[in-house]
């Protein structure tokens, strides 16, 4: 059984709503005791979607089946929770053809019309007829909402994770929404855990894929929880209006910068709810050479057991800090190298600031948010990944995951 916590970040209050163009079912199929561990999303029609996956080596049966089946149309979205369906061979295959053939023989669609996603347990199998029966009895009458359909979704996370933004383009007012799962093994490595964002206007699969691609790096692809990459790591767009807009550069841009901010409210909350955290930490890298050495070093420190277990107890062992730096082997000068926790500098000139300020710093390694700022004054390229601290609590939740 999986210890529940609470998290220290409480979500900010958001308005629920019932979105235009897909209707929204949940229930509980009998991979969970008593919650909600399936999601059904049914589309008004066929509509565009744009999916990026875990590059792991070691894919869950949902993506190896989307993969091969999906041609970028949807008419349905089926997720489940409490069981991840990986590393389960053919008869993980097999038991996705079951009740998607069974969802598409209800609702008259193409088998490729139907993109599936799990989370959950690794390595156990279980009988689709968990999920074919919930479908043979759906009630189209009884739809839920979106916080609703985040809850569904749910593993070890503590809270539900969704996001609204508005949008006025071409005096057409629409939304751009979404919802996430994820709390532990959260290093992604394309999108994230489970992610999936709606757009209510007519978007083509290669515009899809342009915003995805422009706003990744920098948000799902920039947290991390403990460094391991999920082997079910999902995130789909989806275009669910005919409402037509004149996606011109201009309009565009506009789109682009709030998908932006959809996808960056929706990475921080996954990190906000990071398994057993007591702090948040924001790892910026300034002055790199290359993005790519900036990105690196970032999540090598806010990746460091020792730097998140100091962070925990309140320490500012910024020696952790320079050891994590250097062992990501990057061509640097330790010399130039300036690390600030917050706005308190700790060191400089390769060597203790004698501007340090103890009390000051000890008093700011209390708040909830911690920020390590580390100047490599090398170049104009930066990044910044955000992670967590390790606590007690974290042993506790994964000791007994499965129990």
């Known amino acids: 059984m999986v210890n529940k916590m609470i998290s220290i970040f409480k979500p900010k209050k958001i308005k629920d709503f019932n979105p235009n ?55 349905a979205l089926i997720v489940n929770a409490g069981n991840a369906n990986a590393h389960t061979g053919k ?5 996705i053809d079951k009740y998607v053939k069974s969802l598409s023989k209800k609702i008259k669609c193409k088998v490729n019309e139907v993109l599936v996603s799990s989370t959950g347990v690794i390595g156990e199998k279980f009988n689709p007829n968990l999920i074919i029966n919930k479908f043979e009895r759906l009630n189209y009458k009884n739809k839920n909402s979106l916080i609703e359909s985040a809850k ?27 919802i996430a799962k994820g709390s532990g093994m959260i290093q992604p490595n394309m999108g994230t855990m489970l992610v999936y964002i709606f757009i ?36 789909m767009m989806f275009s669910v209006s005919n409402k037509k807009i004149n996606l011109n550069k201009k309009n565009f841009e ?7 901010e959809l996808m960056h409210d929706l990475s921080i909350q996954v990190i906000k709810d990071g398994e057993g955290l007591s702090k948040l930490i924001s790892v910026n890298v300034l002055n790199a050479k290359t993005k790519n050495q900036a990105k ?40 130039k190298i300036k690390v600030l926790f917050g706005n308190n500098i700790v060191c400089e000139n390769g060597s203790i600031s004698k501007k340090i300020k103890i009390k000051k710093l000890n008093n700011y390694m209390k708040n909830k948010t911690i920020e390590i700022n580390v100047k490599l004054n090398l170049g104009k390229f930066s990044h910044t990944v955000y992670g ?13 995951y499965r129990s």
């Open 152 to 178: 569904a979704i749910m593993t070890t996370d503590t809270f539900p994770k969704v996001s609204i933004k508005s949008i006025i383009l071409d005096k057409k007012l629409f939304k751009v929404y979404g």
């Open 254 to 260: 506009l789109l682009n910068y709030k998908i932006r």
């Open 296 to 335: 690196k070093i970032a999540f090598s420190i806010a990746n460091s057991p020792l730097v998140k277990t100091a962070v925990a107890g309140q320490d500012a062992n910024w020696g952790r800090v320079i050891m994590a730096i250097g062992k990501t082997e990057e061509n640097i000068n330790q010399n």
């Open 21 to 75: 163009g897909l209707n929204i079912y949940t229930f509980n199929a009998g991979f969970k005791k008593k919650d909600k561990d399936l999601l059904l999303i049914i589309f008004d029609k066929i509509i565009n979607v744009c999916c990026v996956y875990s590059k792991t080596s070691t894919p869950s049966a949902p993506i190896i089946w989307d993969k091969k089946n999906n041609k970028g149309k949807a008419k």
């Open 200 to 235: 209510e206007c007519e978007v083509s699969k290669k515009l899809m894929f342009r915003l995805l691609k422009n706003n990744l790096d920098d948000t799902f692809n920039s947290i991390t929880v403990d460094s391991d990459t999920s082997t079910s790591d999902t995130l």
């Open 91 to 95: 008869d993980g295959l097999k038991i």
């Open 388 to 400: 967590n601290d390790l606590t007690h609590n974290y042993l506790k939740i994964n000791a007994d």
